[in-house]
């Protein structure tokens, strides 16, 4: 089954088709949907991982504020 997402932007390409074509090809993959759908998942794990490095960040900023025992600060 193919990507809907991928297939529209394909077709949306236009002047740069042979530019992405070759761009695909020199990377190693067999087709331009190929190559797009490996792009996208990179995008998404990029998400994913600074969605989680954010969280942790956060996490980590929560606990020093509820540290505080005395009452003067």
């Known amino acids: 089954m193919q990507n809907q ?5 394909i077709e949306n390409l236009k002047g740069r088709r042979n530019y992405e ?9 067999v087709s331009l949907y190929d190559y797009f759908e490996d792009k996208i998942s990179k995008k998404q794990k ?12 956060q996490a ?6 509820a540290k505080k025992s005395c009452g003067c600060c």
């Open 60 to 65: 980590e900023k929560q606990p020093k504020a």
């Open 5 to 9: 997402e991928i297939i529209k932007i």
């Open 46 to 57: 990029a998400l994913e991982d600074e969605q989680k490095e954010l969280e942790t960040s």
């Open 21 to 29: 074509e070759k761009r695909a090809s020199k990377l190693g993959f």
